[in-house]
């Protein structure tokens, strides 16, 4: 059974920093694509940055980039979000999400979800 397990939300002030860490396990993850999503309240949920099991590949949507690094550990299947200089516009649940490098060969896997709020 696959879980996706994240850590690391939680308050912080504007300018301030977090590190959002998601643990994957139940199976392998090679050519899958690991990455965060977001959901502010009242919004549609957005793709926040990506990166391809290589590494070699990232995507980032403009309103983070500069300030947020994804990386991943294939070590231990687990993927980070480093957030520097954090807005409050960043406020949201964050999701973790796995999926195929090759739309449909194979299963979209998704964490429980953390909140990070930022106060202004």
């Known amino acids: 059974q696959v879980q996706l397990v994240e850590s690391g939300g939680g308050l912080v002030q504007a300018g301030g920093s977090l590190r959002l860490s998601c643990a994957a396990s139940?199976?392998?993850?090679?050519?899958?694509?690991m990455g965060w999503l977001r959901q502010a309240p009242g919004k549609e949920r957005e793709l926040v940055a990506t990166?391809?099991?290589?590494?070699?590949?990232?995507y980032y949507t403009d309103s983070v980039k500069g300030r947020f690094t994804i990386s991943r550990d294939n070590a231990k299947d687990t993927v980070h979000l480093q957030m520097n200089s954090l807005k409050p516009e960043d406020t949201a649940v964050y999701y973790c999400?796995?999926?195929?490098?090759?739309?449909?060969?194979?299963?979209?896997?998704w964490g429980q979800g953390t909140q990070v709020t930022v106060s202004s």
């Open positions: 999400n796995v999926r195929p490098l090759v739309a449909g060969t194979g299963y979209t896997y």
């Open positions: 990166i391809t099991w290589s590494g070699r590949r990232t």
């Open positions: 139940g199976r392998t993850f090679s050519s899958y694509v």
